[in-house]
């Protein structure tokens, strides 16, 4: 009997999602306008330690009401790492801003040093306003995302943002779930400590709604505009008075009926990820060829991907991948970075450096919260027998 396929990253559903989306379809509310999205809002609110959360249909539409909400204009300069997947940076564009892309460090998230060094060495401040001496924008606003669930350098990137009046937008797609133990932010979860967070409810996150989002923000003002913009910005629902451009972007009760069983169960499936993390972080500690790479030391990560690092480069990464799809096992290469790619040829850079390494060396190894330790230690084994 041949061996079943161990994919990357699915879901899990085995709570109460079936109970919950059949009450959805039995009482006919299937659309943005059901219970479940208030509920599923509130509850999200309440996990991360908010003052309130707005559905959206992802996170890549929940990034881009963010910007909005963060005042990003045409012609405006935002502040992103190349080192991330293009949903983060597509929406700057949507609004006709331009990325101004920045390395990572080793946590693989933006590199507070460099962000620094960039405001003073690219940029002048007057007036309260960053301008890029170069192209002339302004530069109003840091993404910055939570590669993987790790938490960005927050303390380091919330002075920087301080010292220039940035608005900072958290992309924690990956992160719900993840939070300081340790500092300044003790408590608080990667999403909540800038102006405004997005988590992202696709099928390979840590919990899932199919599609789905969540914008947050310890702002009310902030969330009003939002629940605003993402319902086509109605300013009178009874005679469809509209007073600026909105999107069709709310969750639906069907989804929303999803999420609700889900996040009953993030944390069950958070101690099921650290616990497979620390099988594979052991049984590789003692290799010269590959290690697993840490998150940072002051957070509980919700530990949604694991990354592989092929000391010996790009040819050992790509034969571990290929070897391991022979053995019916999923893995897959980090992104390519962003500003290398079509759409952003010519875009503004800063010292891209490390980001340029760690593309050559990662890979994303199985790490679903139904992984049994079985087919964590086949996993093991195979890689093992490739790379020794």
């Excluded at 390395?103 to 405001?119: Q, V």
């Excluded at 790790?150 to 919330?158: C, R, V």
């Excluded at 979860?189 to 967070?197: E, N």
């Excluded at 605003?228 to 910005?233: I, P």
């Amino acid at each position: 009997m041949s061996e079943s396929f161990i994919p990357l990253s699915v879901p899990n559903l085995k709570g109460n999602e079936l109970a919950y989306v059949t009450n959805a379809v039995q009482t006919e509310w299937v659309s943005t306008g059901g219970p479940y999205v208030n509920e599923f809002e509130n509850r999200i609110a309440s996990y991360v330690g908010v003052k309130g959360a707005v559905s959206c249909q992802n996170g890549t539409s929940g990034l881009h009401v963010a910007l909005l909400l963060a005042g990003v204009n045409r012609e405006d300069g935002v502040i992103v790492p190349t080192l991330t997947f293009i949903a983060a940076v597509n929406p700057i564009r949507y609004i006709g801003a331009e990325p101004i892309f920045m390395d990572c460090d080793d946590s693989l998230c933006m590199d507070a040093k460099k962000l620094r060094r960039f405001c003073e060495e690219e940029c002048n401040y007057d007036n309260g306003k960053l301008i890029e001496r170069q192209t002339g924008r302004c530069i109003k606003v840091v993404v910055v995302v939570h590669v993987f669930g790790n938490m960005a350098d927050m303390e380091a990137i919330i002075e920087v943002a301080s010292d220039y009046q940035l608005k900072v937008v958290e992309d924690a797609t990956e992160a719900l779930g993840t939070y300081y133990t340790e500092g300044k932010y003790k408590g608080c979860y990667a999403g909540t400590i800038g102006d405004v967070g997005v988590y992202s409810f696709n099928g390979n996150k840590i919990i899932t709604t199919g599609g789905g989002g969540m914008i947050v923000s310890r702002h009310t003002e902030y969330l009003e505009r939002a629940k605003h913009l993402t319902t086509q910005a109605k300013s009178d629902e009874l005679y469809y008075t509209h007073d600026e451009i909105g999107y069709n972007y709310r969750m639906t009760n069907l989804q929303a009926a999803l999420g609700l069983a889900q996040i009953e169960q993030l944390e069950k499936f958070i101690t099921i990820k650290a616990n497979n993390y620390n099988l594979y972080c052991e049984a590789f500690s003692n290799s010269g060829k590959i290690k697993i790479l840490k998150a940072r030391e002051n957070i509980r990560w919700n530990c949604w991907f694991y990354a592989l690092l092929c000391k010996e480069g790009k040819e050992a990464r790509d034969t571990l991948i290929h070897e391991l799809a022979k053995r019916k096992i999923q893995t897959r290469p980090i992104w390519g970075l962003i500003h290398e790619q079509l759409p952003y040829e010519g875009a503004k850079t800063y010292q891209i450096k490390c980001s340029k390494f760690y593309i050559d060396h990662i890979v994303n190894i199985p790490c679903s919260s139904n992984l049994q330790a079985e087919d964590v230690e086949r996993v093991i084994l195979e890689v093992k027998s490739i790379v020794s």
